[in-house]
């Protein structure tokens, strides 16, 4: 068994951008590298892990150079990851993990790992996977986004085929490109880390300050004239990586500190429905309702009986969709429509505070 480490003084990535939940651990980054996809026939032979610290980043390798030190190498690797709080892989709770708790089975040793706290950053970003129009959400596409310098061109499958030939003829050189291969896959990790903002933002737990608010006109793909609103808002500090995003008719895009929103306008006549429409009469030649005490006055020819669905006064105006009735009052195309809206009044539009807010609640849906 071979043990390489390796420490570096520049941070694989600034600590600044680890989540809450992350802030107050041990970290330990970790990835396997085995001889095929089934713990039944295929064996552990490299793991590399990274731990991160104020002054720097410290990689250790675990290289089994000979199919009988798979026990040390695992062996080795428990005691090295035995003081650290939580473990931090990509796609490691349907590989990794399973894996390695399988060969320990078969190798009749403990699985030091089991029972240790872990974060799997695939599941963590999956459900960003469609706003981020990645295909297949791989550890390289993630790396590409935050600019992570791979030097690594190796897949899975060339790797099983460069360690058998190290096996029947080892050299310094096939060493390398397997140690080069792992140690790409963990150092790539803390960058991706980066991404994990994407919860704070989609979440509303990043401060946005709203900067501007622009009205659009624009003609669509089948020749209709339509309205969105551009907001462009302030974060507290730079994302790390460029952002370009979609979700239904929503469209976020950031660059350094700036974010900008665009949302579809809706120009068009809407209904404000009133709670109580047994205090209200329903008049059908104004198509409105008016309260009781109003509409006692209108002859009796010309008023109804409002029910809930015709208890409502109806407005022309420009409207944005909201997905909580946080914006009052709160108006809908008909009773049964599950969309809502608000008016953007001239108010709203010189309130950066309301304008704000509405943008956490634009990310939010948006998730």
């Known amino acids: 068994m071979k043990i390489i480490a390796e420490q570096s003084t520049s941070k694989a990535s600034s600590m600044s951008y680890l989540p809450d939940d992350m802030r107050e651990k041990n970290l330990l980054f970790f990835d396997i590298e085995t001889t095929g996809l089934s713990p039944e026939h295929a064996e552990v032979f490299l793991i590399g892990a990274l731990r991160l610290s104020e002054s720097g980043a410290e990689l250790h390798q675990f290289f089994a150079e000979t199919q009988s030190e798979e026990k040390e190498i695992l062996e080795a690797f428990f005691s090295f990851a035995e003081s650290h709080d939580l473990l931090i892989h990509f796609n490691g709770r349907r590989f990794d993990l399973p894996f390695i708790r399988k060969r320990c089975e078969i190798l009749g040793i403990a699985d030091r790992l089991s029972g240790k706290e872990d974060c799997d950053l695939y599941q963590r970003l999956r459900p960003y996977r469609s706003l981020l129009q990645m295909q297949s959400l791989k550890q390289k596409e993630i790396e590409e986004l935050v600019g992570f310098p791979r030097t690594d061109e190796l897949s899975g499958s060339e790797m099983v085929g460069i360690y058998k030939e190290y096996l029947s003829s080892p050299s310094d050189s096939k060493a390398r490109l397997l140690l080069l291969h792992n140690a790409d896959d963990v150092k790539g990790m803390p960058f991706c880390m980066q991404t994990l903002l994407l919860e704070k933002l989609f979440s509303g737990r990043i401060d946005l300050e709203a900067v501007k608010a622009q009205a659009n006109t624009y003609r669509a793909l089948n020749g209709s004239i339509r309205k969105e609103l551009f907001l462009h808002l302030k974060m507290p500090s730079p994302l790390p990586f460029p952002l370009h995003a979609r979700s239904g008719d929503c469209y976020v895009k950031a660059n350094g500190n700036i974010l900008i929103l665009r949302i579809p306008l809706y120009e068009e006549e809407m209904k404000y429905f009133y709670a109580g429409h047994q205090d209200y009469y329903y008049l059908p030649e104004e198509d409105t309702a008016l309260h009781k005490s109003i509409a006692n006055f209108v002859n009796k020819a010309y008023r109804v009986q409002a029910t809930p669905s015709t208890c409502y006064t109806k407005k022309k105006s420009l409207f944005l969709k909201e997905w909580s009735d946080s914006f009052v009052p709160v108006f809908r195309r ?21 304008l704000s807010s509405y943008a956490k609640m634009v990310l939010q849906q948006m998730r």
């Open 334 to 354: 008909d009773y049964k429509d599950k969309e809502r809206f608000f008016e953007v009044t001239p108010e709203i539009r010189k309130d950066r505070k309301a």
